[in-house]
């Protein structure tokens, strides 16, 4: 398979990160590692997208505390960044709705519609938010226009493709290379995957969105049993083809994912945070005097 036709793909990872750990960091490397070994995607981008604080997670600090923490664990990557979209809205926002939000903005700007998994788009495109003075979206190198289509985008068969800039408010530039087909895959863990099975949980519809429309990639923890818990749901059953797990070395280095434990560390002066959470966010966690009491 050639470079132009694999599958390019923005990992979407949504959550409370309260705080983001360096196991979230690393489900993204995974995710990425194990996509490349299937010689069929180019991941081209992640996005972390914390929760917003109407959410009502008992403990969970401010959305301005969880998006600076979040940029200071990203600070050294060069293709996960934090969009703030969610934070920024008047209310919660389901996972679904995250999706589709940029699935929706990529169809206003390119002209091309991310309609499901097997007919995917082309174009990457991040949020910004809302009650702000409007943002160029795209910014570009090369003179393309502001509104490009799939076909300029692509241009000629083994040319060179424009650089695509997304501004990344309220922060740097964070740049894509645009190639081949998009996809937006929810990065999630496996407790998620879970969660699916859970009667009442999840509305139904969407669910069928998310698995169906987009597709999901799972990191496992502790051993857990994937194809156990997707047999549980009938939807998850129906869509088993959109849903890929990571599969990679029994020896890959994995650092804890769970925000709890590395609060429950926090508050008991637990040395063994720092395997937990990078420093510069322990930094500002210190500075800031989050998570201290028990109560968040």
């Known amino acids: 398979m050639t470079e132009t036709t694999k599958t390019h793909v923005i990992l979407l990872a949504c959550g409370s990160f309260n705080p983001i750990t360096k196991g979230h960091i690393q489900m993204f490397e995974r995710a990425r590692d194990y996509l ?10 992640g996005i972390v997208s914390p929760v917003h604080d109407s959410y009502g997670k008992q403990g969970l600090v401010s959305s301005r505390h969880r998006l600076i923490m979040c940029q200071l664990a990203v600070q ?49 495109v991040i949020g910004q ?21 799939a076909a300029k ?24 290379v645009g190639k081949g087909a998009l996809r937006i895959l929810l990065l999630c863990g496996s407790d998620l ?36 818990i997707m047999n549980h749901s009938s939807i998850l059953r129906k869509y088993k083809n959109n849903i890929m797990v990571v599969k990679d070395d029994i020896n890959h280095p994995m650092s804890v994912v769970s925000s709890t434990k590395s ?22 966690i210190l500075k800031s005097q989050l998570y201290i009491n028990a109560s968040g």
Request: net charge negative.
């Open 193 to 228: 995957l879970e969660s699916f099975c859970i009667p009442g949980l999840w509305n139904e519809a969407d669910m069928e969105v998310i698995v169906g429309d987009f597709g999901i990639v799972v990191v496992p923890r502790d051993a857990a049993d994937t194809d156990r």
């Open 36 to 45: 490349h070994k299937t010689g069929r995607f180019i991941v081209i981008g």
């Open 263 to 284: 609060r429950l560390a926090l508050q008991h002066g637990d040395g063994h945070v720092v395997d937990y959470l990078s420093q510069p966010v322990i930094d500002y």
């Open 153 to 176: 985008i692509l241009g000629k068969v083994g040319e060179s493709l424009s650089r695509i800039c997304c501004v990344r408010p309220p922060v740097e530039r964070f740049t894509f």
């Open 76 to 124: 050294n990557s060069d293709w996960i960044r934090v969009d703030p979209w969610e934070c920024y809205q008047d209310t919660w926002q389901t996972t679904c709705s995250v999706l589709e939000h940029h699935r929706d903005l990529m169809k206003r700007v390119t002209g091309c519609i991310l309609s499901n998994v097997n007919t995917p788009s082309m174009t990457p």
């Open 129 to 149: 938010p809302q009650h702000e003075t409007p943002q160029p979206i795209y910014q570009n190198n090369n003179n393309m226009p502001t509104k490009p289509t």
